[in-house]
């Protein structure tokens, strides 16, 4: 089959190359999945770049890149039941701890990694799901119902946050959404209340009268070190802040007396380790929301599987309106 694939880290256009390796068969417990789209992460292209802290070398010698993927089932292992053989499922965690992902014509992983997609959903929704798809999810949903509460999503343009507006206003909420320019107007558009310019000196001041005075219930937030601070002004007392990234500052100082004297509390989400629980109940958020017509993952662009490169450095383009695609 083919597949792209890399052995050293480096320059997506240096090291990624299109290979033939032979079609995988699954395992005991294992479903195969020929895949019509793999999704693409900024996570993907850090850790081809070797961009993580103390990793000089990848952790398999030859890797198959991207965890998120769409497409049909066409073959299951011991143990699994064949009635799955045909079904149209988005995959999550395809190259989490393996060394084989989805930047490949099929994956063999665990059963549970293979979720049917609900009918009426397109495949390349499916590709969206599982690394933006479940964060946005978990982000707005984690801490259980948001009916009548305030949520204040950063980046509400984003891959992630674009998605989490349209949850949090399914789900009944006041929907605060930072951005900036043409992504004010994306915010906007996909439900949310209240747009921010998240550069504006006042933004605090902003997101308080938007909230009435009284405060954010719960953050959605993609630069906590950025705006450690602003948060501790604007969260009304035993408030969530739920912080999937910080990338502009990875080391932040904690204004530890505002967060204590209003009991805030911090939940750092790393989508890959969620517990089975809550990883089902954000699943089950997905697929009721895209069922009633409440979500539309946004697609920024789809690339040729023979232009993996381009499409890992089109992950990583500041402004991104949506998610990549690699089509298989």
């Known amino acids: 089959m083919r597949a792209i694939s890399y052995d050293r880290f480096g320059p997506a256009a240096d090291v990624l190359e299109r290979v033939e390796i032979d079609t995988p068969a699954p395992g005991p417990g294992e479903v195969r999945v020929r895949l019509a789209w793999s999704g693409v992460n900024p996570s993907d292209a850090k850790a081809r770049a070797g961009a993580r802290p103390g990793v000089t070398k990848p952790a398999f010698d030859r890797i198959i890149p991207h965890s998120d993927g769409a497409g049909e089932i066409d073959a299951v292992g011991s143990g699994v039941d064949a009635a799955r053989i045909g079904q149209r499922v988005w995959v999550w965690n395809g190259q989490w701890q393996r060394p084989f992902g989805t930047a490949a014509e099929a994956i063999c992983l665990p059963d549970a990694q293979a979720v049917h997609l609900p009918e009426g959903v397109d495949l390349a929704a499916g590709a969206t799901l599982g690394i933006p798809g479940l964060t946005a999810a978990h982000a707005v949903f984690g801490s259980g119902d948001v009916a009548g509460q305030t949520l204040l999503i950063s980046g ?165 309106a949506g998610a990549v695609l690699l089509e298989i």
Request: glycine fraction near 12%; proline fraction near 5%.
């Open 156 to 320: 509400g343009a984003g891959a992630v946050g674009h998605s989490a507006v349209q949850l949090a206003k399914w789900g009944g909420a006041t929907v605060i959404a930072t951005a900036r320019g043409d992504g004010l107007t994306r915010a906007a558009e996909a439900g949310a209340d209240h747009c921010l310019d998240y550069t504006d000196p006042e933004l605090a001041a902003q997101i308080l009268a938007a909230s009435g005075g009284a405060g954010v219930d719960r953050a959605v937030e993609v630069e906590f070190g950025r705006n450690v601070t602003m948060l501790a002004e604007v969260m009304r007392p035993q408030g969530t802040i739920c912080a999937y990234g910080s990338g502009a500052e990875m080391t932040p100082v904690l204004p530890f007396g505002p967060y204590l004297f209003k009991a805030l509390t911090l939940d750092i989400l790393l989508i890959y380790i969620l517990h089975a629980t809550a990883r089902t109940q954000a699943i089950h958020r997905l697929h009721a929301a895209l069922q009633a017509g409440a979500l539309h993952p946004a697609i920024a662009g789809t690339y040729p599987l023979a232009d993996c490169a381009a499409a890992q450095d089109a992950v990583m383009t500041p402004g991104r």
